[in-house]
């Protein structure tokens, strides 16, 4: 059973029985405003939530207790020390112990139930766009470098040299390759976001739009230029549900934690019959 | 009653949060180190992604970044997490500090070009420090330290580290948290869930295979405030329950030793580490002591050799390559060299001569002589780099940008720098390379294992170098070099294993950083956004020997253009003229010993740039002769021990020989 469903158990308890959930006195200042009171009450709960997890199995809590007492002069083991501290309402009163009971509550309550996949399907299906592959494309490439000075080179411009290049290769003619080239060799395949990065968001568009399994181009990057032959492009299917669940899990858990801790303290307020004292 | 209701509901809400989960954890368990492989990756492995290359690519990330979960960044205001890093490194926008009392950012950055992958890489020590003192209710909260850490952020920071900067046998958990540390356990366990969740949301678990996180942290070992920090980096989402910090394990040993035992209980973990900033180890680094004082042995340097095949040659801290005029001179040495010698005295601006014994170079050499002496060579450092930011902002490199990394350097948590953005002697830091078959975690992790890395000062140059004495000599000529080379000879990061009398060749292929904006020579101008890039301006090959129980350096020019031009004019921060696009030779070592252990990596060197701190001078209008323009700040522009101009460059991993015994 979830803690949604034992909130709407208590939401839907008779107002008959409603006179056995727990009193829950709560002292405030006098002068405590709306504001106070409320987050008072939220503390006095969580203490009572942390106590409920079991305050004796806290190697903390049982330190500082017993160091308390020993320092007022009590002796006996620490079992006998821990039934002392209890009858003195200690395991409350004490500010360390106290805010350790804070502490160890608001870990439980921020601790999130796996959504499900209902949830997490209709997350997906809100933010669709977000977790679409981008488009991979496979392409021959033959590289004409920049020449080094600004002077052509004794075979040309690298422009002439592309053209004529070009004109060869979708002739068959020849079976010359260009120059070396370190980032994408002569067969890649990549994805346009990572030839984008790679030669900027030119080069990825024309590569884009480039014609299937004919030489086109040339293209000029920062690099050079290029020719291309597109062999083919692949939308990447989409990745499965359960690859996608951490970055679904992540987002669900961002937009959620606030809420749900929030509703869990509401939750568990709605179990005792709260009496504000001033 | 009460009890029994708070328990229902206690135990029924109470799921963990589910563990993350990666698509590539079943091929993560490979943890063969194929330093030694020379083939062509193998075609019929199984692999995920449809970029998958057997010449493998080159992917750009960063291994070291700091997030707000990080005690030090904290402090500084840094309010990024480890998500927002991850989407900073992705390509998104984010704001940094300081920030309005609304609480928007006063600054935001974007990277023009994401990167391809990346590690948060928090510090361990006071991950539950951080959580304690921030999470109103803690038992810590109200701690005196804790106070201080929110009102005092100076102060805290300077007590915080007064716990990890005494002596290795006297660290101790800050009192906040107990003696045991048990107080801030909690919060250790919270934010390393948050790292992994983080990690697992960013991965991109398409077969376009965009982007590759890597779940990790840092192990600040401190001695004396001597930086012997590392970053462990996980294969897969098979990690520990928490990291193992040196408020654990104050010496590099144990922290080996507890990582692989951690690891070996966990199906589908593999762990490295990776030493950074020897540079300010105040000769700590590669002191080659064990915890007793004992000079390491076998057994050390195996461990060694098998825990940390890398180390970080450049960062926001500076560069720690070599020092000039030792153990050789070389000029080119002097790049980016804090005049530090430890983390108190950058932190402090107290300034120290760097200890000559701090710098890779040198210990590569000397860990050829210990081959010699102990059988095996535990400093058989592949070479990268990464920026160490405070920001939470992975890959912002660009020295037309630099927002500053916090950390070591200045802060901006109030108010914006009046000055530059950071002290004068740090710098943007860098980034990794790595050849992979494609960019996912087990093959970008096995090419970090097998040290087919480099490392750049921030430009992105790609760079590739084999050696062998079979590898043809017509390499630079053929645009299918690289299936040729895997074929004849052995990546960076190799070990020659050619049982021949034969020298060995390398050949060595660079190619510049392309920048972003329109294509050169052509087109509109770049805008501001852009990142201007700069030409090739040498090829060296940087050569080490240990012959006759002495270790020799030399640098050899492969290639080089326009070496006597001058560099970009700090006047205007135009782009330099001359250099060449790419760089590319072969060449045999004419001094091969097959008896001398040796090592040879490549170096290459863009022609001079203007240095980021030039830039800010020049766009705040100071002007050294004129010191009325020299405003608060702005002193930095007239230290005449800053360059105004830098090389920026790459570094490869080593190939090496060892002669067989």
Redesign the interface.
């Known amino acids: 059973m979830s803690f949604f469903a034992i909130g709407a158990v208590i939401a839907f308890v008779p107002p008959a029985l409603t006179s056995t959930r727990p009193l829950l006195v709560v002292q405030v200042p006098p002068e405590a405003s709306p504001e106070e009171v409320e987050a008072l009450v939220d503390d006095a709960v969580l203490v009572e939530i942390g106590l409920a997890l079991g305050w004796r199995g806290d190697p903390l809590i049982r330190d500082r207790l017993v160091r308390d007492l020993r320092f007022a002069g009590q002796t006996g083991d620490e079992g006998t020390l821990l039934d002392l501290a209890e009858r003195l309402d200690l395991h409350r009163r004490d500010p360390l112990v106290h805010a350790r009971l804070v502490d160890r509550a608001r870990e439980q309550l921020q601790r999130l139930t796996p959504p499900d996949d209902a949830t997490l399907r209709a997350l997906y299906e809100a933010q669709r766009g977000r977790f679409t592959s981008p488009t991979v494309v496979s392409f021959d490439h033959v590289f004409i470098a920049n020449p080094p000075d600004p002077q052509p080179s004794p075979e040309g411009s690298p422009a002439a040299r592309a053209a004529a290049l070009l004109d060869a290769l979708n002739r068959g003619v020849t079976t010359s390759r260009g120059d070396p080239e370190l980032a994408l060799g002569p067969s890649p395949t990549r994805s346009l976001p990572a030839l984008a990065k790679t030669l900027g968001p030119d080069f990825a568009d024309a590569v884009a739009k480039a014609p299937l399994e004919r030489w086109t181009g040339p293209i000029a990057s920062r690099a050079g230029l290029h020719l291309v032959r597109v062999q083919r492009r692949i939308v990447p299917p989409e990745p499965s549900f359960a690859a996608l669940r951490p970055a679904l899990d992540s987002a669900w858990r961002t937009s959620q934690l606030p809420l749900v801790e929030r509703e869990r303290l509401r939750t568990a307020r709605a179990a005792f019959t709260i009496q504000v004292t001033r | 009653?009460?009890?029994a209701?708070?328990?229902?509901?206690?135990v029924?809400?109470?799921?963990?949060?589910?563990a993350?989960?990666?698509?590539d954890l079943a091929d993560a368990a490979d943890t063969t180190d194929a330093a030694d492989t020379t083939d062509v990756a193998d075609t019929e492995a199984p692999h995920r992604c449809?970029?998958?290359?057997a010449?493998r690519?080159?992917l750009f990330g960063d291994l070291h970044v700091h997030t707000r979960l990080s005690l030090d960044a904290n402090l500084q205001g840094t309010r990024l997490g480890p998500?927002d890093a991850y989407r900073f490194a992705k390509g998104e926008e984010v704001g940094l500090q300081p920030y309005r009392p609304d609480g928007t950012a006063l600054r935001h950055l974007r990277l023009t070009?994401?990167l391809?992958f990346a590690a948060v890489t928090d510090h361990a020590e006071f991950l539950g420090t951080v959580s304690a003192c921030e999470?109103p209710?803690?038992?810590?909260?109200?701690d005196p330290e804790c106070v201080m850490f929110r009102e005092e952020p100076d102060r805290a920071f300077g007590l915080l580290n007064l716990y990890v900067a005494a002596s290795q046998d006297a660290v101790a958990y800050p009192a906040l948290c107990?003696d045991d540390g048990?107080?801030c356990a909690?919060g250790t366990r919270?934010a390393w869930s948050t790292i992994r969740?983080?990690a697992?949301?960013?991965?991109?678990?398409?077969?376009?295979?965009?982007f590759t996180s890597f779940i990790a942290y840092e192990w600040s070992g401190n001695p004396g405030t001597a930086n012997l920090h590392r970053n462990v980096i996980f294969a897969s989402d098979a990690v520990p329950e928490a990291p193992i910090s040196y408020l654990e394990e104050p010496y590099p040993e144990g922290l080996w030793t507890r990582l692989r035992a951690a690891c070996d209980a966990l199906p589908g973990c593999d762990v490295l580490a990776i030493p950074h900033n020897s540079n300010l180890s105040s000769g700590l680094m590669f002191e080659a002591k064990k915890r007793d004082g004992s000079p390491i042995d076998r057994a050390f340097a195996e461990q060694q050799a098998a825990m940390e095949p890398l180390i970080e040659v450049m960062q926001h801290k500076g560069d720690s390559e070599c020092l000039p005029g030792t153990p050789t001179a070389d000029e080119l040495c002097g790049f980016e060299k804090l005049p530090y010698d430890s983390l108190s005295t950058a932190a402090l601006h107290i300034e120290v001569d760097p200890n000559p014994n701090d710098f890779i170079r040198d210990a590569l050499g000397r860990g050829l002589g210990m081959l010699e002496t102990l059988g095996v060579n535990p400093w058989r450092f592949g070479l990268v780099a990464s920026t160490d930011t405070h920001l939470g902002t992975p890959g912002a490199v660009a020295e037309t940008s630099y927002p500053g990394h916090g950390g070591a350097g200045a802060a901006a948590r109030e108010t914006l720098p009046s000055g530059l953005v950071d002290q004068v002697a740090f710098n943007p830091g860098g980034l990794v390379g790595v050849w992979a078959e494609e960019?996912s975690r087990p093959s970008i992790f096995a090419a970090l294992r097998r040290k087919e890395t480099w490392g750049t000062s921030g430009p992105r140059i790609?760079?590739?170098v084999f050696g062998g004495a079979d590898l043809p000599a017509d390499l630079?000529?053929?645009?299918?070099?690289?299936a040729r080379a895997y074929a004849a000879g052995v990546p960076m990061g190799g070990l020659l294993t050619d049982p021949s009398t034969r020298a060995p060749r390398f050949f060595a292929?660079?190619?510049?950083d392309?920048?972003?904006?329109?294509?050169?020579?052509?087109?509109p101008s770049p805008s501001d956004a852009d990142e201007p890039?700069a030409a090739l301006e040498r090829l060296q090959l940087v050569k080490g020997s240990f012959v006759g129980g002495t270790f020799k350096t030399e640098v050899i020019d492969l290639a080089s253009?326009d070496v006597d031009l001058p560099g970009a004019d700090p006047a205007t921060c135009a782009p330099p003229p001359g250099g060449?696009?790419?760089l590319?030779a072969t060449w045999t070592d004419p001094s091969f010993d097959r008896n001398a252990p040796a090592f040879w990596y490549v170096r290459v060197l863009e022609r001079p740039t203007c240095r980021w701190s030039t830039r800010q001078c020049l766009a705040a209008g100071v002007d050294c002769a004129r010191p009325e323009t020299v405003t608060d700040g702005f002193e930095g522009c007239c230290d005449s021990r800053y360059p105004k101009t830098i090389r920026e460059r790459a570094w490869t991993s080593p190939i090496w020989w060892e002669p067989q015994r």
Not at chain 2, 5 to 10: E, F, I, K, N, Y
Not at chain 2, 50 to 53: A, D, K, N, P, V
Not at chain 2, 514 to 523: E, I, K, L, Q
């Open positions: 009653m009460k009890r209701l708070l328990l229902a509901c206690l029924a809400c109470g799921d963990d949060p589910p993350s989960r990666d698509t449809l970029t998958w290359s010449t690519i080159p998500d070009r994401p391809d999470t209710g803690t038992a810590a909260y109200d107990g048990a107080a909690p919270a969740q983080a697992a949301a960013a991965l991109d678990p398409s077969t376009a295979c965009t960019n790609t760079v590739r630079c000529d053929t645009p299918d070099f690289a292929i660079a190619q510049r392309p920048g972003t904006g329109a294509p050169r020579g052509g087109g890039s253009a060449r696009d790419r590319c």
